[in-house]
Structures are given as C-alpha cells and as structure tokens.
C-alpha cells in the first residue's frame, strides 16, 4: 500500500511538473517574447531619434555656418560701399575747392 500511495504521488508531481512547463510555455514565454519585442522596438526607436538629433545638429551647424558666411559677405560689401561713397565725398570736395589746377590746351596767349 504505501508503495501505490508513493506511485500515486510521483505521477502527480510528474503531472504538476509537466502542467507547470506547459502553462510557462503556454503563457510566459509569449508575455517575455512580447517584453523582449517591446524592449527592442523602443532601443530602435531612441537609436534612430538620436540619429536624427544628431543629423539636425548638424544641419543646424551647417547653417548658422551658412548665416554667418552671408553675414560677413554683406558686410564686406557695406563697407565697400561706405568707403566708396567716402573717396566720393572726398573727391566732390577737393572739385568744389578748386583743388586741381585748370588743364592747359597747350596753346600759349
């Protein structure tokens, strides 16, 4: 008798076992796939958002690089401007001053 009552047990410790495996199969493993997929998708998600910050950056970089050239470019040209209307200035003063002495046509009175 006890030995039936050791048999019975064992079969159902095996039973409980193989239920135990069966439900994790059944239920566990597709729960910590479904973590592993979630946990993936957002690594994937933040690498290709850093890839996109950083490509924005660099396009940012880019033109206030752009912004700057074009900056320097007008002003250069500004102050060409400026001193060409100076030496203008300057000039149209010294012709109202009589600066320059009359020409000569070479023929003597």
């Given at each position: 008798m006890p030995l039936a009552i050791a048999l019975i047990?064992?079969?159902?410790?095996?039973?409980?076992?193989?239920?135990?495996?069966?439900?994790?199969?059944a239920v566990l493993?597709?729960?910590?796939?479904?973590?592993g997929l979630?946990?993936?998708l957002v690594w994937r998600s933040a690498?290709?958002?850093?890839?996109?910050?950083?490509?924005v950056a660099r396009d940012a970089?880019?033109?206030r690089s752009f912004n700057d050239r074009e900056m320097r470019a007008w002003n250069a040209v500004?102050?060409?401007?400026q001193l060409m209307a100076k030496h203008e200035?300057?000039?149209?003063?010294?012709?109202e001053a009589g600066g320059d002495p009359p020409q000569s046509t070479g023929s003597t009175p």
């Open positions: 047990f064992c079969v159902v410790l095996f039973a409980v076992l193989l239920v135990g495996i069966a439900w994790a199969l493993v597709p729960f910590y796939t479904y973590v979630a946990i993936y690498r290709r958002q850093a890839g996109v910050e950083a490509a970089e880019r033109q500004n102050e060409k401007g200035r300057a000039r149209g003063q010294s012709d």
